[in-house]
């Protein structure tokens, strides 16, 4: 998920590490090799107060991460959250988006590839199609009529991140893009009524991008076609949300999901000497809190109000019983 939260907000005391831990092997099996002082320090001195895990029947339509981040902005945190229509008041370069219209329905499309296996079509993370920005714009400018003909407005932010709006994305129940990431697409399809137009503007797009020049170029190079896209982020948004928003990072994101464990170790390095750092130095002077997610589960610490013989004997239990970096990693 792409979220952009106001340029000049006030620096937030709540950090949301995505991809903090994973259930893969290839991320398992290194947490005996992180040293990171700085989240040692805050474990040390924070108590867990809130677990979110998936549930296995009924996953959300959101990661944990994306949970974490929508109830800290007041929002329903298992429905779909209207990430697209922060997008143009919050961006560094609002003018990206001038005219936009706070009653039509926003939403992100992101270019990608759709693997299709026997009995299911599976979505490669987009960043492994290594789009440019020429590619994506003569792409986008190709599928525009289309686009028009619908009443959606699209423009262009990034190579595999459009920014939308229109009717057509009004009451979608569009899961994140980092849920369906690596997964088969056909359960997470809208299949309300609302959804009908989109599913068949995805067919129109499919065929038309099946022959173009783009992709047929990129297949003489050996690279992964643009064959789909994903639409994620939609919603009305009924009400800029309060600051201070959370930090939300996505330093280990792309490392995580490649599974690549020297480049996840670096990021996770990096994030403690940084972010963690910061928020530990903030840590002396205010209240702060941490939330640690996997691909599965979300924990938030805090430092838990009590009587002063309360904090003395939690204080006790900490020191007799540290909450290593590594045991809360792997309890994610």
């Known amino acids: 998920m792409t979220v952009f939260l106001p ?77 697209a229509a922060l997008t143009p008041e919050t961006t560094c370069n609002s003018d990206f988006i001038p005219d936009i219209d706070r009653t039509v329905p926003q939403a992100f499309f992101s270019p990608c590839h759709w ?14 199609l290594n789009l440019s920005d020429s590619e994506s714009q003569a792409l986008l400018a190709a599928m ?36 369906v990431v690596g997964m088969d697409v056909n359960p997470w399809l809208p299949k309300t009524d ?33 064959n789909s896209f994903w639409v994620h982020g939609a919603g009305v948004l009924t009400h800029m949300p309060a600051a201070p928003a959370p930090h939300m990072t996505t330093a280990l994101r792309e490392a995580a999901l490649r599974e690549d464990t020297q480049a996840w170790l670096k990021a996770w390095h990096e994030t403690d000497a940084t972010l963690c750092a910061d928020l530990r130095q903030r840590m002396s002077s205010r209240p702060v809190t941490l939330t640690l997610c996997s691909e599965h589960a979300a924990h938030t ?29 792997q309890a994610l």
Not at 153 to 172: F, I
């Open 7 to 83: 340029a000049g907000w006030p620096a937030a005391d709540h950090l949301i590490i995505p991809y903090a831990a994973s259930r893969s092997p290839a991320l398992r099996e290194p947490l005996g090799r992180l040293e990171l002082p700085h989240l040692q320090a805050l474990l040390h001195a924070l108590t867990r107060v809130q677990t979110d895990v998936d549930d296995e029947h009924q996953p959300s339509l959101n990661m944990p991460h994306e949970r974490a981040l929508a109830r800290a902005l007041h929002w329903d945190a298992h429905a779909a959250c209207p990430w």
């Open 115 to 128: 693997q299709i296996g026997i009995g299911q079509v599976v979505m490669l993370n987009p960043s492994s």
């Open 144 to 179: 525009q009529p289309f686009f028009i003909e619908d009443g959606l407005s699209v423009r262009y932010l990034a190579p595999t991140l459009w920014h939308v709006q229109g009717e057509m994305l009004r009451d979608l129940a569009c899961a994140s893009l980092d849920r």
């Open 194 to 226: 609302a959804a009908k137009a989109l599913r068949r503007l995805q067919s129109e797009m499919q065929m038309l991008l099946y022959n173009h020049p783009v992709n047929d170029a990129r297949s003489g190079q050996g690279q992964l076609t643009v």
């Open 301 to 329: 610490y805090q430092i838990q109000a009590a009587s002063p013989l309360k904090q003395l004997w939690q204080r006790a239990q900490r020191l007799l019983q540290p909450v290593s970096v590594q045991t809360a990693l």
